[in-house]
Nanobody, 123 residues
Framework: QVQLVESGGGRVQAGGSLRLSCAAS????????MGWFRQAPGKEREFVAV???????TFADSVKGRFTISRDNAKNTMYLQMNSLKPEDTAAYYC?????????????????WGQGTQVTVSS
């Protein structure tokens, strides 16, 4: 099983930027998509963004235009660039891998998860 490790979280003022990284222990064979989810205390884990094997991507409406997702296959690493951050972006961010190739947006469609990295946006 592929191990996923997130990094890059921290505290930032509203309007600032942060880049999260998700490093895989090895090439994600059998995993057709990798995505980012986030979860705030007392709330359900929600979809943020996903990138497929072909490089296509989709985003949640709440982050569209502010976040970008990318990956470096040679480094087995995925990134989430977060710009124009808002206090409502505050959450634990999780990296995940899915066998689905049709832009999975739901938690149940993912098989492997990282430990999460905290992002806190102050006003």
């Amino acid at each position: 099983q592929v191990q996923l490790v997130e990094s890059g979280g921290g505290r930032v003022q509203a309007g600032g930027s942060l880049r999260l990284s998700c490093a895989a222990s090895r090439r994600t064979f059998g995993m057709n998509a990798m995505g980012w989810f986030r979860q705030a205390p007392g709330k359900e884990r929600e979809f943020v963004a996903v990138i497929t094997w072909s490089g296509g991507s989709t985003f949640a409406d709440s982050v569209k235009g502010r976040f970008t997702i990318s990956r470096d296959n040679a480094k087995n690493t995925m990134y989430l660039q977060m710009n124009s951050l808002k206090p409502e972006d505050t959450a634990a961010y999780y990296c995940a891998a899915s066998t689905s190739g049709h832009y999975p947006r739901h938690v149940y469609e993912y098989d492997n998860w990282g430990q999460g990295t905290q992002v806190t946006v102050s006003s």
